[in-house]
C-alpha cells in the first residue's frame, strides 16, 4: 500500500538553528500539505501545493519557515532560525484529485 | 469560536463498550467529514470519509452527519485495547483546494 514519508522522523536542535524536514507524497498526487500540531491540538495546516505551486500558504510563518515542491513531487519545509515555540509535529500529507488525505507519520521537533 | 469544535476528553471506557465521539462545525458549506484515528507519536490514520448528512458504517465503526444540526458522531461498536488513540474529527468544503479543518480531538482509553 502507497505511503506517505518523511523524514527524519525525531529532530532535536537548539533555538537559533536551522532544521528542514522531508516529505515524499503519494505517488500521482498532485496536492501536498504540511501541517503542524501541537501537543493536544488537531494539526493546522502551514502551506498547501498544488504541483509545483503554493495555494495557500497564509498560516506560514514566512519570516522563518519556506516551503518548497520544486519538482511538484517531493517537498522541503524549512526553519530558520527555530525557535522554543516551535517544538512540535510536523505532519506531511497528500491527495489525489477529489480525494481525501493521507497522512505521513510525521516529524517530531524538539527545540532546547 | 472554533470552525471545529471537539471535545478533548480524555474518555476512558471498558473493553466491549460502545463509544460515542462528537464534534459541532459552524460554517455550512462544509460538505465532506471524516474521522481519523491518531497513536501517540504517529500521523493521523483515515477511519471514515462522508459526504453530507446520513450514517456510514465500516465494521465496527460508524459514522453519521447531521448537517441541520451541524453535528458529526462516530460510534464505535464493542470497543477493544487497540482502540485506544486520539480520535481527530475534519471537515472540509466542496471549493477546489480541499482545505480541511480539524477539530482538536478526543483522547479515548479503553480499558481491557
Known amino acids: 500500500e502507497a505511503e506517505v514519508a518523511q523524514s527524519p522522523r525525531y529532530k532535536i536542535t537548539e533555538k537559533s538553528q536551522a532544521v528542514a524536514f522531508w516529505c515524499d507524497p503519494i505517488?500521482?498526487?498532485?496536492?501536498l500539505y504540511w501541517y503542524r500540531q501541537i501537543l493536544g491540538q488537531g494539526p493546522e495546516l502551514l502551506v498547501q501545493?498544488?504541483?509545483?505551486?503554493?495555494?495557500?500558504d497564509s498560516q506560514l510563518p514566512k519570516d522563518r519557515f519556506s516551503a518548497e515542491r520544486l519538482k511538484g513531487v517531493d517537498s522541503t519545509l524549512k526553519i530558520q532560525p527555530a525557535e522554543l515555540g516551535d517544538s512540535a509535529m510536523y505532519l506531511c500529507?497528500?491527495?489525489?484529485?477529489?480525494?481525501?488525505?493521507?497522512f505521513g507519520p510525521g516529524t517530531r521537533l524538539t527545540v532546547l | 469560536q472554533k470552525e471545529v469544535e471537539q471535545d478533548p476528553g480524555p474518555l476512558s471506557v471498558p473493553e466491549g463498550a460502545i463509544v460515542s465521539l462528537n464534534c459541532t462545525y459552524s460554517?455550512?458549506?462544509?460538505?465532506?467529514f471524516m474521522w481519523y484515528r491518531q497513536y501517540s507519536r504517529k500521523g493521523p490514520e483515515l477511519l471514515m470519509y462522508?459526504?453530507?448528512?446520513g450514517n456510514k458504517e465500516d465494521g465496527r465503526f460508524t459514522a453519521q452527519v447531521d448537517k441541520s444540526s451541524k453535528y458529526i458522531s462516530l460510534f464505535i461498536r464493542d470497543s477493544q485495547p487497540s482502540d485506544s488513540a486520539t480520535y481527530l474529527c475534519?471537515?472540509?468544503?466542496?471549493?477546489?483546494?480541499?482545505?480541511?479543518?480539524f477539530g482538536t480531538g478526543t483522547k479515548l482509553q479503553v480499558i481491557p
Open positions: 500529507a497528500s491527495s489525489g484529485i477529489g480525494d481525501t488525505q493521507y
Open positions: 505517488s500521482g498526487h498532485a496536492t
Open positions: 501545493f498544488q504541483d509545483e505551486s503554493v495555494v495557500d
Open positions: 460554517n455550512s458549506a462544509f460538505q465532506y
Open positions: 462522508t459526504y453530507s448528512s
Open positions: 475534519a471537515t472540509r468544503d466542496s471549493g477546489g483546494y480541499q482545505k480541511v479543518t
